[in-house]
């Protein structure tokens, strides 16, 4: 029976990529008859003029409809990839309803999903009761000190020695100060409290209570200032608030890519998006501040959205704000009539990461909108913006390159995080950009560089996460910045654990669909699966320390343990000792249907596939077919339907 939907995953790949053929294409015939050698068809393939891709409903993105929640991702993200492997995902979506629980309507409900302030705020205070409220100078000298100097979270979006300057002030006459700027301190002594609670000090005085305390406060003064309206300090308060409500998350909610939306729109309702330069009412100090917080803005959107599977909400087409410059607080103020020049990129300032970050999201920004446009673009523009990719990282600065380990021993383990996580980015961008060519590059051989480039694309994401691993655990090199391995990293090692999934599944689908003919796929790099094999085990491990605290690494350790075969049903030859435990349950939902409407109007049964519904995978691979949403819910226990029309 696997042979049989093998064949027909095979048939279904080719038909849909003759569907819309361009002005003088040249099909490869997939009904040859059985005599037509390989060679021959890897001529004929060889023979053909470049051609684009045509869109199939996968890349149109999906959604997926339950009891009480109905989500959208578009075709790039990683659970995408994961559940384009047919017959993975009858094997995950089965114990979904295990660990689903529909909320009683009934029953009240003691918390709410993040952010809080999207849900309004239960107690409210007055000014007065919040300046009351705060603990004594020293424990806030303390806490600001350590945002400065300990932290740096979010570079240059708060001027250091003008705020420090606020800062004594305000000690001078509390009552006087702005409501929204006590809403900036909580938020720096929030975010120093998360800090010192989880890794400095876990069994510090400070607890939870005193985190909520100062999370709640600054909602309060988010709403008692009427943030909507815009004004001084309200886009870096919110941004404060953004990453205290991020600091702990494992798996992204998309209650923050609402807010996300909320901070974009008000910054665009304060001018942020056009260059301060235009406006002469706007001060040299100020305008640069403008820079780095809209900067700030671009790289959260960016994120976010990606993590999600979303489209972006910062349009380039609208804006034309400058990029900050690489420049020390020190270096300017309030006072300053002229900014200076930026300090040459060999000088490691807070800023310069930013920088770093912003010239890759230049490019970056073009791909996420190849990812979730649904028009079709050609192969000229995937391959033109592969070199703009390969051009942003060749113009990092040298200090923030990744270059391996060795060249790394003699900076600070923050600096070390960064030129990783740019190395991910830079990955990471190159699998969005080609994920759509894997599967054509098995048909045409002109696709077969996105395939690989795809691949070791991922292999270098994965080994880079086994290396985060072993050196933030104690005693590492990224032990004391381990709290920096954000929700942001988690997502891209997702992202190149289903990729990964995805080839070695579809090597052992391969080895099966040899009686079948070879579709040219042999001419095409070859990937070492021995080495894909080992980067999943350690994956697999690694995800299985997670699990307790994430349902996104349940999901890829049950994927993975299916892939390896671990889990007695799946297509991996190799026995279960030769797999690291994965001792949690498999919870993996199955999100996306990969190949439902394809073709509705060829009659699968006439090609003589067979008539036989063995198995469990069958009917979940035939219901996506015919998109028959209740028998596809029968099979996973969820209601799903693809974005086709």
Known sequence: MQDRIDQLENLVLGLMHQAAPGPGDQRASLNSSPSTGDSERTIVATAEPPRDVSPTPSDNGSIRIQQATVSYVNSSHWAAVLDSIADLRSHLAQEE???????????????????????????????????????????????????????????????????LREYEEFWKAPHSAPIIWIGLLLGMMCLSTQLQQSFLNPTGAESQVTVDRYREKVIQCLILGHYTKGGPYVLETLILYFLVENFHLKDMEIGIWVLVGNIVQIAIHMGYHRDAKHFPNITPFAGEMRRRVWGMIVQLDFSISTQLGLPRLVKESQTNTAEPRNLYDTDFDEDTAELPPSRPETEVTPTLYVLAKLRLLSVGVKVADVATEPRIHSYAQILELDNQINEARNALPSSLKWDGLASSLNIPSQTIIQRIWLEVTFQQLKIVLHRKFIEPSRLHQQYGSSRSACFNAAMKILDLQRLVDEET????????????????????????????????????????????????????????????????????????????????ARKATAALRYVLGDSGVGPGSQSSEDVLPAPFPATTVSYFPGYSDFMPEYNFPDLGLGHENEGATWPSFAAALNNNVEQWAAVGGSQEMDLTS
């Open 97 to 163: 309803e295990t660990h689903t629980r529909i909320p009683d309507p009934l029953q009240p409900q003691t918390s709410f999903p993040k952010p809080q302030l999207l849900y309004g705020c239960l107690m409210y205070e007055t000014s007065a009761s919040i300046i009351k409220s705060l603990p004594p100078r020293p424990v806030v000298d303390r806490l600001v000190s350590r945002y400065f100097n300990v932290l740096d979270i979010a570079p240059g979006i708060v001027h250091s020695s003008h705020f």
């Open 473 to 552: 655990q104690t005693d590492g090199l990224l032990y004391q910045s381990r709290w920096r391995v954000s929700s942001a990293f988690i997502n891209d090692f997702l992202l190149a654990t289903s990729i990964l999934c995805f080839c070695l599944q579809n090597n052992n689908t391969d080895k099966r669909k040899e009686q079948f003919g070879n579709l040219g796929d042999a001419d095409i790099e070859a990937v070492d699966m021995k080495k894909v094999r080992q980067l999943l085990k350690t994956s697999q491990a690694v995800w299985s320390r997670q699990c307790d605290s994430s349902r996104e």
